[in-house]
């Protein structure tokens, strides 16, 4: 199993960026997805969580700017970043709770991309 994560990159504040993971290999299923982000000299922290169903969760601080949304069927989770700011500065990497085909269930992360916002 492999996730891969796209969309980093350096905005503007109030800029947005549009980060994607890709969860690929054998898989039975995939339950939650997900954002995490490290910023420098900082403890990593949630972002974002989105379960199967659709019911999504939001660290406090992008409530109303960031939007997670995924493709089931895809094996696909976004984050849409809107109205970003300097202190939205982080390593962003993706997660997925999967359960394998022989019925483990474990937690995968993709490679971390950097989002940098200027002031």
């Known amino acids: 199993v492999q996730l891969q994560a796209f969309g980093g990159g350096l905005v503007q504040a109030g800029g947005s960026l549009r980060l994607s993971c890709l969860a690929s290999g054998s898989m039975y299923t995939v339950n939650h997805m997900g954002w995490y982000r490290q910023a420098p000299g900082k403890q990593r922290e949630l972002v974002a969580t989105?379960?199967?169903?659709?019911?999504?969760n939001y660290e406090d601080s992008v409530k109303g700017r960031f939007t997670i949304s995924r493709d089931n069927a895809k094996n696909l989770v976004w984050l849409q970043m809107n109205s970003l700011k300097p202190e939205d500065t982080a390593v962003y990497s993706c997660y997925a709770l999967i359960r394998l085909p022989n019925g483990v269930l474990d937690d995968y992360w993709g490679q971390g991309t950097l989002v940098t916002v200027s002031s």
């Open positions: 989105i379960t199967s169903s659709g019911r999504e």
